[in-house]
């Protein structure tokens, strides 16, 4: 139990196009999913909290125009990359909250590569 | 503010020997303290975590921490290093009054078992 899942798990774009990340909790719901970025060999950096119903929480640097992230169910968030640049170019992990246990679970993570 | 500071980027053993990667981590209040595994190009899993109660946490595959408040402390071990165990490790904190919420990553120790 508590998978979640993240598609697509690669995408390589051209720069300027948009890209959509999906990540949804596979077994259970989740209020609360955060958005990770990590570097090659390099930490997670959250890049913002995803709440159910209402408008994300990025962290300080990271601009919400370029990242847009929708919570539309408590299964399902999603983060857009708008007019990809390749310094957009990473490895973006999500976590899920899980309901109940209130505890952390992650996704497998997408690697976009902007061309 | 939290933050976690792991010794060690690269923590090289050899298999059958005594795994040790070390956390230290600075908060204010009370933290709880996680530890995650991930292996390339995937998400994270939970080792394990430490909440309240007892300092010494067992977790999967072997591992366990032990919380020492008194040195700001959580250090992972492992008395038997096995193959599978090479991978990047992360030492996270969170602050109590939000539960397992908005994790701070220490950077990462690359564990690497020769047989």
């Known amino acids: 139990g508590a998978v979640v899942s993240q598609h697509p798990s690669r995408v390589i774009c051209k720069s300027g196009t948009s890209v959509k990340i999906e990540c949804r909790s596979l077994d259970f719901q989740a209020t609360t999913m955060f958005w990770y970025r990590q570097f090659p060999k390099q930490s997670l950096m959250l890049m913002a909290t995803?709440?159910?119903?209402?408008?994300?929480?990025?962290e300080q640097g990271v601009e919400k125009d370029k990242f847009l992230i929708n919570h539309a169910s408590l299964t399902l968030s999603t983060l857009t990359v708008t007019s990809a640049h390749p310094e957009d170019s990473s490895f973006y992990i999500c976590?899920?909250?899980?309901?109940?246990?209130?505890?952390?679970?992650f996704g497998p993570g997408t690697r976009l590569t902007v061309l | 503010a939290q933050s976690v500071t792991q010794l060690g980027s690269h923590v090289s053993v050899s298999e059958g020997a005594l795994v040790l990667l070390r956390c230290n981590y600075s908060?204010?209040?009370?933290?709880?303290l996680f530890w995650y595994v991930q292996y390339p190009n995937q998400g994270l899993q939970l080792l394990l975590k430490?909440?309240?109660?007892?300092?010494l946490v067992k977790g999967i595959n072997g591992f366990e921490a032990e919380f020492k408040k008194s040195e700001t402390s959580f250090h992972l071990t492992k008395p038997s290093a096995h193959m599978s165990d090479a991978a990047e490790y992360f030492c996270a904190v969170s602050l109590m009054n939000t539960g397992f919420q908005k994790l701070v990553f220490g950077t990462g120790t690359r564990l690497l078992v020769s047989p």
């Open positions: 430490y909440t309240t109660g007892a300092t």
């Open positions: 908060s204010s209040v009370p933290p709880y």
């Open positions: 976590s899920a909250v899980h309901i109940i246990y209130n505890e952390q679970f």
């Open positions: 995803s709440n159910e119903g209402s408008k994300a929480t990025y």
